[in-house]
Structures are given as structure tokens and as C-alpha cells.
């Protein structure tokens, strides 16, 4: 994976720690925000393709914070990471507007394979139209 700006999106050291130690081994550079207020202000001076936001921070503006960053042209890709596997609360984030819904901890696995479908989607599909047939 080359290196993307990944934005993380939690008041939680252990949950921007634990992210960003997995996005930075995939090659994705994490820029930390603690609040929707910072993320919403990092995001309009320095805009990102991808952001993993924890649905436990304190100022609860995450549905906001999803419908400001994923509206197009230039729409954010949102992942939702939560404590809660809840199929509901999936569902609701997904319509939206968010990417995706990790329950969190997730494996490393997990993290990267979410970061490469949307910061290489593009790539994956130039790769496979032009390979001979």
C-alpha cells in the first residue's frame, strides 16, 4: 500500500494508538483528531480520502460529522469504529452515508483490508482492465 493521510477520529489514546499503529504498518499516515469540531476543521484545510471515526467520543457528532464528509464531489469515505456490534446501528450509519462499520478491537487484518477498498479501489480496477484477457 503506498501512503495515504488517514484521519482518526476519537478522544480514546488506546483507540488512536491502537488504529494508527496498524494503518502506519500499511503504509497510511494517521492524523489524529479528538473531537468532530477538529475533524471537520482538519478535514477543510487538509482534505482526506479516508477517516476511521470512533462512535464514543463525547461530543456524540458523528451522524453530522458523516453527513458533512461523505457529500460529494469530493465525498470522505467514513468508517465507523465501535464498541457496540450492533446490526441496527450498522445499517443506520451505512444510510447515512458512512463507508462501513468496524467493531472495534478489530484485527489488523480487518483495518487494512477496510483502508485498501477504499484507498486503492481505483488501483484494483486499472490492474484488472488492463490485464490481457
Given at each position: 500500500?503506498?501512503?495515504?493521510?488517514?484521519?482518526i477520529?476519537?478522544?480514546?489514546?488506546?483507540?488512536?494508538?491502537?488504529?494508527?499503529?496498524?494503518?502506519?504498518?500499511?503504509?497510511?499516515?494517521?492524523?489524529?483528531?479528538?473531537s468532530?469540531?477538529?475533524?471537520?476543521?482538519?478535514?477543510?484545510r487538509?482534505?482526506?480520502?479516508?477517516?476511521?471515526?470512533?462512535?464514543?467520543?463525547?461530543?456524540?457528532?458523528?451522524?453530522?460529522?458523516?453527513?458533512?464528509?461523505?457529500?460529494?464531489?469530493?465525498?470522505?469515505?467514513?468508517?465507523?469504529?465501535?464498541?457496540?456490534?450492533?446490526?441496527?446501528?450498522?445499517?443506520?450509519?451505512?444510510?447515512?452515508?458512512?463507508?462501513?462499520?468496524v467493531?472495534?478491537?478489530?484485527?489488523?487484518?480487518?483495518i487494512?483490508?477496510?483502508?485498501?477498498?477504499?484507498?486503492?479501489?481505483?488501483?484494483?480496477?486499472?490492474?484488472?482492465?488492463?490485464?490481457?484477457?
Amino acid at each position: 500500500m503506498s501512503s495515504h493521510d488517514v484521519m482518526i477520529v476519537s478522544h480514546d489514546l488506546a483507540t488512536q494508538q491502537g488504529l494508527a499503529s496498524v494503518l502506519g504498518r500499511c503504509g497510511c499516515f494517521p492524523i489524529v483528531a479528538t473531537s468532530m469540531q477538529e475533524a471537520l476543521t482538519i478535514l477543510d484545510r487538509h482534505p482526506v480520502a479516508l477517516v476511521f471515526y470512533s462512535d464514543e467520543s463525547p461530543d456524540e457528532g458523528i451522524e453530522n460529522f458523516i453527513r458533512h464528509a461523505s457529500r460529494p464531489p469530493d465525498g470522505t469515505s467514513v468508517v465507523v469504529v465501535s464498541r457496540l456490534d450492533d446490526w441496527k446501528r450498522y445499517i443506520h450509519f451505512l444510510q447515512l452515508g458512512a463507508f462501513d462499520y468496524v467493531v472495534y478491537p478489530a484485527h489488523g487484518d480487518e483495518i487494512e483490508r477496510v483502508a485498501r477498498a477504499v484507498l486503492h479501489h481505483g488501483e484494483v480496477y486499472k490492474v484488472k482492465a488492463g490485464a490481457p484477457a
